[in-house]
């Protein structure tokens, strides 16, 4: 993990409507994508540092169900859900971007920028950073 120092630029990244569910314990679960392979430092640096804190878990999303790392794990789909769990999903590309809908956090970028979100991320939820 980084010093919030050196990531404190990637806060900004987080889209403001997630920061909010978070804070009005919206979720009660976690779920981390495990789709992108490239992106997996990222997503074990979130399960690693959250997993005794969190109900967090490792599932993939339908479109990757039948890829040969998800087919132990629970499907989940990015639509509205009434279970109380949102999935996390990074994603290993050319241009970065940040969306939060029906219950999908999705980064995209290098993988150093996942990285640094990821470390974000975890010190929002341990309260190093205050909603914006």
């Given at each position: 993990?980084?010093?919030?120092?050196?990531?404190?630029?990637?806060?900004?990244e987080i889209p403001?409507?997630?920061?909010?569910?978070?804070?009005?314990?919206?979720?009660?679960?976690?779920?981390?994508d495990a789709?992108d392979?490239?992106?997996?430092?990222a997503?074990n640096?979130?399960y690693s540092n959250l997993?005794?804190?969190?109900n967090?878990?490792?599932?993939?999303?339908q479109?990757?169900?039948?890829?040969?790392?998800c087919k132990?794990?629970?499907?989940?789909?990015?639509?509205k859900n009434?279970?109380?769990y949102?999935?996390l999903?990074f994603e290993?590309?050319e241009?970065?971007?940040?969306?939060?809908?029906?219950g999908?956090?999705?980064?995209k970028?290098?993988?150093?920028y996942?990285e640094?979100?990821?470390?974000?991320?975890i010190?929002?939820?341990?309260g190093?950073?205050n909603a914006?």
């Open positions: 993990m980084n010093n919030p120092l050196i990531v404190e630029g990637f806060y900004n403001t409507a997630f920061l909010e569910d978070l804070n009005s314990a919206k979720y009660n679960k976690i779920y981390l789709s392979e490239k992106a997996m430092s997503l640096v979130v997993k005794s804190r969190a967090i878990d490792i599932s993939c999303v479109e990757h169900s039948e890829d040969e790392r132990e794990l629970p499907v989940k789909a990015c639509e009434e279970q109380g949102v999935i999903m290993v590309a241009e970065k971007s940040a969306s939060y809908n029906e999908c956090l999705q980064f970028g290098s993988l150093g996942l640094g979100t990821a470390d974000v991320l010190m929002v939820y341990a190093v950073f914006k």
